[in-house]
Nanobody
Framework: QLQLVESGGGLVQPGGSLRLSCTAP????????IGWFRQAPGKEREGVSC????????NYLDAVKGRFTISRGNAENMVYLQLNSLKPEDTGVYYC???????????????????WGQGIQVTVSS
């Protein structure tokens, strides 16, 4: 059973940066498209970004375009989400999720993903 593990969260001041990592011990992540989602307190979970298996296609939530970057580190069996110019509204629990397909038009639909990590907290506050 594929299990995803997130790391790299924490507390950061507005304008700061974090890099989140997602890995799957015992599995090869480039066999999957990977999505990043987040859930703020009192809000529904939303899709933040998605990358296909080869890394040639990427999608972003409008609110994070130009600030967040998703990438693959295949040698490390990792998918990264670089978070720059963080804002308080970026606060939430961030999850990575895996799909055997690339959900082109529906990448923000969590039902397109079969496997989920436990989530990691990102807090942006002064």
């Amino acid at each position: 059973q594929l299990q995803l593990v997130e790391s790299g969260g924490g507390l950061v001041q507005p304008g700061g940066s974090l890099r989140l990592s997602c890995t799957a011990p015992g599995f090869t992540l480039d066999d999957y498209s990977i999505g990043w989602f987040r859930q703020a307190p009192g809000k529904e979970r939303e899709g933040v970004s998605c990358i296909n298996k080869s890394g040639s296609m990427r999608n972003y939530l409008d609110a994070v375009k130009g600030r967040f970057t998703i990438s693959r580190g295949n040698a490390e069996n990792m998918v990264y989400l670089q978070l720059n110019s963080l804002k308080p509204e970026d606060t939430g629990v961030y999850y990575c999720a895996a799909s055997q397909f690339y959900p082109v038009s529906f990448w923000q639909d969590e039902y397109e993903y079969d496997h989920w990590g436990q989530g990691i907290q990102v807090t942006v506050s002064s």
